[in-house]
């Protein structure tokens, strides 16, 4: 590959720093803690999508109770409404929403992706159609980059070219690829406070996976203070998914934050931490409990049905969060039928479950950060996927086994 345009000739300032803790012995997991403007988090980590400055069904306070220390914010949206106007005047997304943790944002380019009857890809920008009115708008690197420093988001995301990786337009895929290396340097060039933002790139090149060894080596040479994994969780297979994420993040420099963008699913994740991964959002756990269904260390619950009419138990035994906490101990202590009762008619249904489900997916990653740090990282693994199934290891998916093997962990043996 010809490069596409000339690296950064020295390091971009950096508001980051990333301590690294341990290293699984068997797998490529990693535990690490990430310093960034407001405060410490604790990698793998994976962050609540507060896609309007608001999490769905959380006020900020209780999402400070789950131990949230970096959520996402989505730069398109903030964009639209308040505007950016606003978002000078108030000072940022920080104010204007009352947290007082960390904040990531998307550059607005997946906006491309989710919006295509409504949007096309230029060589300056994305162009998208946009409101009830549908006003026309590029987004360009510089804009996209304008937005988030207005934002005032500890991350914030280059612009890049998202192409769904089910596309059978090799092509295009590597158009993309190159136009987002092109437009990295672009962001670089407009960004305004290195000094308290950091500026992710985000790795492109479909399911090619040359593509993406030339992207990561595009990439890594810019020297970003983190590097992501994109253009994944578009309904390519779970083994075509994880081929990717094992063969960027053996060419990511050990020393760098990496978010796996849009992941996922508590397998997805539990897995690619093995594959080497650090970092992961996705609006499923706020989204499924909007239709009454809590996750839970064997699954997932949909209390709507019937048989939890009359089950008195909590959501999940043995769980700590304010809705499974006895009252005695400072919690709700939330039963499934009561929780059947409310989640088909009242808003308080669908409130609690994202309580839930925000605390189950924080203190999953708390204890795989924990068994990596303990050196059982594999034991974990082997435990989580018997307690989904059951313990029929017929039941496991091929993918996950594949790609665990493929970091030299059966997940099939005892």
């Known amino acids: 590959m010809s490069t596409t345009t000339k690296p950064a000739s020295k390091a971009m300032p950096s508001a980051l720093t990333l301590h690294r ?14 310093d960034l403007p407001h405060g410490s988090v604790p990698l793998p980590v994976f962050m609540p999508v507060a896609t309007q400055a608001s999490l769905k069904g959380l006020s900020y306070d209780q999402l400070r109770d789950t131990g949230c220390m970096l959520c996402l914010n989505n ?13 000078d005047a108030v000072g940022g997304a920080h104010k204007l929403q009352g947290w007082d943790r960390n904040l990531l944002t998307d550059s607005g380019g997946i906006s491309g992706l989710t919006r295509v009857v409504m949007a096309m890809q230029f060589s300056d920008g994305i162009s998208l159609e946009i409101g009830h009115r549908y006003r026309r708008r590029l987004l360009t690197p510089e804009h996209s980059i304008s937005l988030q420093n207005s934002i005032g988001s500890d991350i914030i995301m280059q612009l890049d070219d998202v192409i769904a990786t ?50 990561c080596a595009e990439m890594v040479a810019r020297d970003t203070p983190g590097i992501a994994i994109g253009g994944l969780s578009g309904g390519e ?4 998914f994880c081929k990717v994420v094992d063969t960027c993040t053996g060419l990511l420099p050990e020393h760098k934050p990496r978010y796996v963008m849009g992941v996922g699913y508590p397998e997805d994740i539990i897995v690619a931490v093995a594959l080497g991964a650090d970092m992961f959002d996705c609006v499923w756990p706020t989204r499924t409990a909007r239709f009454g269904n809590a996750i839970v260390s064997t699954g997932t619950l949909n209390l709507r049905n019937s048989i939890y009419a009359n089950d008195h138990t909590p959501i999940e035994e043995g769980c700590t969060c304010a809705c499974c906490r006895p009252a005695d101990q400072g919690g709700l202590g939330v039963t499934k039928s009561y929780m059947h009762h409310v989640t088909a008619k009242e808003t308080v249904g669908a409130h609690l479950l994202t309580v839930h489900n925000v605390h189950y997916m924080l203190n999953l990653m708390g204890a795989a950060r924990q068994a990596i740090i303990e050196d059982q990282y594999p034991a974990f693994i ?24 493929g970091v030299g962990m059966d997940l099939l043996e005892d």
């Not at 340097?185 to 399911?207: T, V």
């Not at 297979?237 to 075509?240: D, I, P, S, V």
């Open 237 to 240: 297979a779970k083994e075509e």
């Open 75 to 87: 730069t398109y949206h903030l964009g639209l409404k308040p505007g950016q106007e606003v978002l």
């Open 166 to 215: 089910t596309s059978p337009d090799h092509a295009r895929i590597k158009e993309a690829m190159d136009r987002s290396v092109r437009w990295l340097d672009r962001c670089i060039d407009a960004h305004k406070h290195p000094e308290s933002q950091n500026l992710f790139c985000i790795i492109q090149g479909g399911l090619d996976l040359e593509l993406r060894r030339q992207c």
């Open 382 to 405: 082997r435990k989580f996927f018997s307690d989904i199934y059951q313990g029929d290891k017929s039941q496991y998916p091929e993918w996950a086994v594949g790609a665990l093997r």
């Open 21 to 34: 803790h341990a290293k699984c012995s068997t797998t490529k997991a990693r535990a690490s803690t990430l």
